[in-house]
């Protein structure tokens, strides 16, 4: 038997084509006649183009084309209901944000594209538009069906005021965060290749399906007539779930021109063009005995909502309406609209700051009812989703906060603020829960060939975003085939394929699994069945049953690999395609579950904060590769990193992005980064699916920041809670 790579440390099937170099991704490609679009983007935050010169840009050396609203490219119009920005560029001369693209020009190198890009000038009637979350006030209550809003009360309590007066101890904090980008390091690229009626793109997407969709609609196509090539793509984090208005206008501008068109955003594109995470503000109330008990538990947010539409943040519904064990609980998660660039999902996109809130109050109640952190938390150990009496298919966050606090060292920890000293730094330490919705799997079928050569070939349209959904694949068809590693060969990243699963909302892996073993399982048995029935098998009449082991086919005493068995019958390869649409049963509740305990070091004479110590233990269910998933979960926390201390993009009153570049938008480079001890508890979660595997993903960047938060609280003695938290804050 081969040893299973099943929950090993297995380095990436595509490790070695990243490194040297060979992989490519989209804007890599090249074909006969490519041509090179630049987007022209609007310089106001809102208003109306009055006039537009393009005299000199067309005149420009090399340029083939420039469109404008005023000769625009035709874009059909947005479908009523969908997710995402809810216009087209250049259909009209409205500017709805700063940074909207309102031309592309269409040359025969980047450079002179670039060049004529710059020589249009647009005159406008400008507004003046909305842009402070703070100015705006209160928001309006997200009223979908799946907005997570609702109140629960125990019989006889009037309200959510009148359980929280009546507790012996209350809490109220309101957090807020800036507009933040995913910052993937792979700006957003596509090449436009039209051919046969029908439609390729070199584009990175996370949801393919989800990708056609919105290409397809856009540009007036059947979905068949569209291919998307995803072979390698630098960085997700929600940016690339949807096609964003440059690979559509790319496209189209391609179908007018009749050739193929490279179109890259530069970096400031980057941060407008590409949906970014709502700034939001959010209130949290806590209602608790004075041992720590809760007994109310309110959590209130207001999250920018562009007026061109984008992602819907809850920031409640999946943490605070899932974590604490509580008979009184209040979600209202609301939206204010403003005149910005389009917001959308990023990095746990609603979870990551609802976390932030939830666990800087927990927190907070600790230090007011003077209650061990982790101990409050296990107080309010939850055993049903709060509300309901649904279970989870398997639940071990007790586990995870006792093996983290014991590998941190949590114990004998100084309770009180700015008592830990060590020169000019005061040290501190802080923990918080981790949470991510496990519940919903995203359809996907996979292909599983045995060939005559001895390999087996899985094939699946997922997009591999930089997580290893390439290299959890060969695990798992690896692992039910009883082979090593190197006889499995992976595709995915082509629409071609049989269809993937999305790579959103920490899933892929978790979908894909249960398939990728069922698609074997069954080309296993095909294997055999054609090894008893056909007539040219050397094993066809054998009165012993015929098994399967290792790639070997046995029957009595007889053994005939699968590739002997193959080429024996002069075929090419036997093969099996599984579909798996599984959700869980609605009795269960599905979430990947943390602790997070970290230390900090803040200089007193410059308030600068320094992570020195971190420790997370994650609770997934069956874990696909240990050494993927560790790097998931140290990710995970330099986002929490990013998220508490670094990252932000102030929106200016004109509309115009401050940081829409990697100078000043800062995210944690090496040096910001400590060890981190990222564990994962082994395990198994069968009421999850066949595999177990929930998924990784986003669950380490959710709490992180938090988790430095209240360490910074007890470095200080200062509550930050207007993020990220800057050294002036701490100077006081
Ligand atoms: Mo993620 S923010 O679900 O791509």
């Given at each position: 038997?081969?040893?299973?790579?099943?929950?090993?440390?297995?380095?990436?099937?595509?490790?070695?084509?990243?490194?040297?170099?060979?992989?490519?991704?989209?804007?890599?490609?090249?074909?006969?006649?490519?041509?090179?679009?630049?987007?022209?983007?609007?310089?106001?935050?809102?208003?109306?183009?009055?006039?537009?010169?393009?005299?000199?840009?067309?005149?420009?050396?090399?340029?083939?084309?420039?469109?404008?609203?005023?000769?625009?490219?035709?874009?059909?119009?947005?479908?009523?209901?969908?997710?995402?920005?809810?216009?087209?560029?250049?259909?009209?001369?409205?500017?709805?944000?700063?940074?909207?693209?309102?031309?592309?020009?269409?040359?025969?190198?980047?450079?002179?594209?670039?060049?004529?890009?710059?020589?249009?000038?647009?005159?406008?009637?400008?507004?003046?538009?909305?842009?402070?979350?703070?100015?705006?006030?209160?928001?309006?209550?997200?009223?979908?069906?799946?907005?997570?809003?609702?109140?629960?009360?125990?019989?006889?309590?009037?309200?959510?005021?009148?359980?929280?007066?009546?507790?012996?101890?209350?809490?109220?904090?309101?957090?807020?965060?800036?507009?933040?980008?995913?910052?993937?390091?792979?700006?957003?690229?596509?090449?436009?290749?039209?051919?046969?009626?029908?439609?390729?793109?070199?584009?990175?997407?996370?949801?393919?399906?989800?990708?056609?969709?919105?290409?397809?609609?856009?540009?007036?196509?059947?979905?068949?007539?569209?291919?998307?090539?995803?072979?390698?793509?630098?960085?997700?984090?929600?940016?690339?779930?949807?096609?964003?208005?440059?690979?559509?206008?790319?496209?189209?501008?391609?179908?007018?021109?009749?050739?193929?068109?490279?179109?890259?955003?530069?970096?400031?594109?980057?941060?407008?063009?590409?949906?970014?995470?709502?700034?939001?503000?959010?209130?949290?109330?806590?209602?608790?005995?004075?041992?720590?008990?809760?007994?109310?538990?309110?959590?209130?947010?207001?999250?920018?909502?562009?007026?061109?539409?984008?992602?819907?943040?809850?920031?409640?519904?999946?943490?605070?309406?899932?974590?604490?064990?509580?008979?009184?609980?209040?979600?209202?998660?609301?939206?204010?609209?403003?005149?910005?660039?389009?917001?959308?999902?990023?990095?746990?996109?609603?979870?990551?700051?609802?976390?932030?809130?939830?666990?800087?109050?927990?927190?907070?109640?600790?230090?007011?009812?003077?209650?061990?952190?982790?101990?409050?938390?296990?107080?309010?150990?939850?055993?049903?989703?709060?509300?309901?009496?649904?279970?989870?298919?398997?639940?071990?966050?007790?586990?995870?906060?006792?093996?983290?606090?014991?590998?941190?060292?949590?114990?004998?920890r100084r309770?009180t603020p700015a008592t830990n000293r060590d020169g000019r730094w005061l040290i501190g330490t802080g923990?918080?829960?981790?949470?991510?919705?496990?519940?919903?799997?995203?359809?996907?079928?996979?292909?599983?060939?045995?060939?005559?050569?001895?390999?087996?070939?899985?094939?699946?349209?997922?997009?591999?975003?930089?997580?290893?959904?390439?290299?959890?694949?060969?695990?798992?068809?690896?692992?039910?085939?009883?082979?090593?590693?190197?006889?499995?060969?992976?595709?995915?990243?082509?629409?071609?394929?049989?269809?993937?699963?999305?790579?959103?909302?920490?899933?892929?892996?978790?979908?894909?699994?249960?398939?990728?073993?069922?698609?074997?399982?069954?080309?296993?048995?095909?294997?055999?069945?054609?090894?008893?029935?056909?007539?040219?098998?050397?094993?066809?009449?054998?009165?012993?049953?015929?098994?399967?082991?290792?790639?070997?086919?046995?029957?009595?005493?007889?053994?005939?690999?699968?590739?002997?068995?193959?080429?024996?019958?002069?075929?090419?390869?036997?093969?099996?395609?599984?579909?798996?649409?599984?959700?869980?049963?609605?009795?269960?509740?599905?979430?990947?579950?943390?602790?997070?305990?970290c230390e900090v070091r803040v200089n007193s004479l410059t308030g600068e904060t320094r992570v020195s110590r971190f420790?997370?233990?994650?609770?997934?269910?069956?874990?696909?590769?240990?050494?993927?998933?560790?790097?998931?979960?140290?990710?995970?926390?330099?986002?929490g990193i990013g998220h508490a201390l670094l990252e932000a993009?102030?929106?200016?009153?004109?509309?115009?992005?401050?940081?829409?570049?990697?100078?000043?938008?800062v995210?944690p480079v090496n040096a910001d980064v400590p060890f981190?001890?990222?564990?994962?508890?082994?395990?198994?979660?069968?009421?999850?699916?066949?595999?177990?595997?929930?998924?990784?993903?986003?669950?380490?960047?959710?709490?992180?920041a938090?988790a430095i938060g209240n360490a910074v609280f007890n470095a200080t003695g200062i509550r930050v809670?207007d993020l990220p938290i800057h050294p002036e804050m701490l100077l006081r």
């Amino acid at each position: 038997m081969n040893p299973s790579p099943l929950g090993g440390d297995i380095s990436r099937v595509d490790g070695r084509a990243k490194t040297t170099g060979v992989a490519r991704y989209s804007a890599d490609y090249m074909e006969p006649g490519l041509v090179h679009a630049v987007l022209v983007s609007a310089t106001i935050g809102l208003g109306r183009i009055i006039a537009m010169e393009v005299d000199a840009a067309q005149r420009a050396p090399g340029v083939l084309a420039v469109y404008t609203p005023f000769a625009p490219v035709r874009l059909q119009p947005v479908a009523a209901g969908a997710l995402g920005e809810n216009y087209r560029p250049l259909q009209d001369r409205e500017v709805r944000f700063f940074g909207q693209a309102i031309g592309v020009v269409v040359a025969d190198s980047f450079e002179h594209a670039r060049d004529a890009a710059a020589m249009i000038a647009a005159d406008y009637q400008s507004r003046t538009p909305r842009t402070s979350l703070a100015d705006a006030g209160r928001g309006v209550s997200i009223a979908t069906p799946d907005s997570g809003n609702k109140t629960v009360l125990e019989p006889g309590v009037a309200s959510i005021d009148a359980a929280l007066r009546d507790s012996e101890v209350t809490i109220e904090t309101t957090v807020t965060q800036p507009a933040q980008h995913a910052a993937a390091m792979e700006p957003h690229a596509s090449v436009a290749v039209w051919r046969d009626n029908g439609l390729v793109l070199y584009a990175g997407t996370q949801f393919p399906a989800r990708a056609i969709a919105g290409i397809t609609g856009a540009l007036g196509l059947k979905p068949a007539q569209l291919r998307i090539i995803s072979s390698y793509v630098g960085g997700g984090f929600g940016s690339r779930v949807l096609p964003w208005s440059d690979v559509v206008l790319g496209a189209a501008v391609a179908r007018e021109l009749n050739r193929p068109v490279k179109l890259i955003l530069n970096r400031a594109q980057v941060f407008s063009v590409v949906g970014h995470r709502s700034a939001v503000r959010q209130r949290v109330r806590l209602g608790a005995r004075a041992d720590g008990t809760l007994t109310a538990v309110s959590h209130e947010s207001d999250a920018e909502a562009p007026a061109v539409g984008g992602w819907p943040l809850r920031a409640a519904a999946e943490t605070t309406a899932a974590l604490y064990r509580t008979p009184n609980l209040h979600v209202d998660q609301r939206h204010v609209v403003l005149d910005t660039p389009p917001t959308w999902a990023m990095r746990a996109p609603n979870e990551a700051p609802g976390a932030f809130a939830i666990e800087t109050a927990m927190d907070e109640l600790a230090v007011a009812t003077g209650v061990d952190p982790m101990e409050l938390r296990l107080r309010n150990y939850a055993t049903t989703l709060p509300g309901t009496n649904r279970r989870w298919t398997s639940k071990r966050l007790d586990e995870c906060y006792r093996v983290g606090a014991d590998r941190f060292g949590w114990e004998g920890r100084r309770p009180t603020p700015a008592t830990n000293r060590d020169g000019r730094w005061l040290i501190g330490t802080g923990m918080a829960t981790a949470i991510y919705p496990a519940a919903g799997r995203s359809g996907n079928a996979v292909s599983v060939r045995f060939r005559d050569d001895g390999t087996v070939l899985a094939s699946t349209g997922v997009v591999d975003i930089g997580t290893g959904a390439a290299t959890a694949l060969a695990i798992v068809v690896a692992d039910a085939a009883g082979l090593p590693m190197d006889r499995v060969v992976t595709e995915v990243g082509d629409t071609i394929l049989p269809s993937g699963p999305g790579a959103v909302g920490s899933r892929a892996t978790g979908s894909m699994a249960p398939t990728a073993r069922a698609a074997t399982r069954a080309a296993i048995d095909n294997l055999i069945r054609a090894a008893s029935r056909n007539p040219g098998s050397p094993l066809t009449g054998s009165v012993a049953p015929i098994s399967y082991a290792a790639g070997i086919l046995r029957a009595g005493n007889e053994r005939l690999g699968f590739a002997d068995l193959l080429r024996t019958l002069r075929m090419s390869e036997i093969n099996a395609v599984q579909t798996n649409e599984d959700t869980i049963s609605p009795q269960f509740a599905a979430h990947g579950f943390g602790a997070h305990f970290c230390e900090v070091r803040v200089n007193s004479l410059t308030g600068e904060t320094r992570v020195s110590r971190f420790t997370t233990v994650v609770d997934v269910g069956r874990v696909i590769n240990a050494k993927a998933a560790r790097s998931q979960v140290v990710g995970g926390v330099i986002f929490g990193i990013g998220h508490a201390l670094l990252e932000a993009d102030p929106i200016e009153p004109s509309g115009r992005l401050a940081a829409a570049n990697l100078a000043d938008y800062v995210v944690p480079v090496n040096a910001d980064v400590p060890f981190v001890d990222a564990v994962c508890l082994d395990g198994d979660d069968p009421d999850f699916s066949d595999v177990g595997a929930r998924g990784v993903g986003e669950l380490g960047t959710v709490g992180s920041a938090a988790a430095i938060g209240n360490a910074v609280f007890n470095a200080t003695g200062i509550r930050v809670r207007d993020l990220p938290i800057h050294p002036e804050m701490l100077l006081r």
